[in-house]
């Protein structure tokens, strides 16, 4: 994800054609991930994950698909 957008403790994201997103990431593998198109928001608190880019794969690659026809 380009995530190059930063403020208030908050990520501005998009992927090249992807819909718009803002992430919220804390210490370890906590992250919050909201997704307004689709209108949903994603919090993780877990035990670390390896880098902000593996947080965002989960979202995409799994949760993402899990909630969207």
């Known amino acids: ?15 090249e054609d992807e819909r718009v997103t803002f992430l919220a990431v804390g210490d370890g593998g906590h992250v919050i991930c909201c997704i307004p198109e689709l209108d949903v928001v ?13 947080r965002w794969i989960l979202i995409k690659d799994y949760i993402i698909p899990a909630i969207v026809d």
């Open 42 to 54: 994603v919090a993780i608190a877990s035990e670390f994950i390896p880098s902000p880019r593996d």
């Open 1 to 15: 994800m380009n995530a190059n957008k930063y403020g208030y403790f908050w990520w501005l994201g998009q992927e």
